[in-house]
């Protein structure tokens, strides 16, 4: 199983920046992906950037040249950094990650969420 703890969502004006970071913990073998969702409140969950274990990243168009997905050493942290951030950012953010728990099974785990609300 696998604990996953985001940090860094607040209120911020548009143009700032946020740092997320969410730490993962637990019993698993391997993450192979680590990434960001969010969601607004009567909208499906999208995503926003992930990262594998190799380092190949994925944004959504909407973030792209604006936001920066990155872990640290060990492997089991995973950071965002949203730039320029703009009013339509605002959403509650999710971690997820992608865990081998056992040689024969993985699955995927979220954060409890943080809220990221840009406004003036």
């Known amino acids: 199983q696998v604990q996953l703890v985001e940090s860094g969502g607040g209120l911020v004006q548009p143009g700032g920046s946020l740092r997320l970071s969410c730490a993962a913990s637990?019993?698993?073998?391997?993450?192979?992906?680590m990434g960001w969702y969010r969601q607004v409140p009567g909208k499906q969950r999208e995503l926003v950037a992930d990262i594998t274990n190799s380092g190949s990243t994925n944004y959504a168009d909407s973030v792209k040249g604006r936001f920066t997905i990155s872990r640290d050493n060990a492997k089991n942290t995973v950071y965002l950094q949203m730039n320029s951030l703009k009013p339509e950012d605002t959403a509650v953010y999710y971690c997820n990650a992608n865990a081998r728990t056992s040689w024969y099974l993985s699955g995927d785990y979220w954060g409890q969420g943080t809220q990221v609300t840009v406004s003036s």
């Open positions: 637990g019993r698993f073998l391997s993450i192979n992906v």
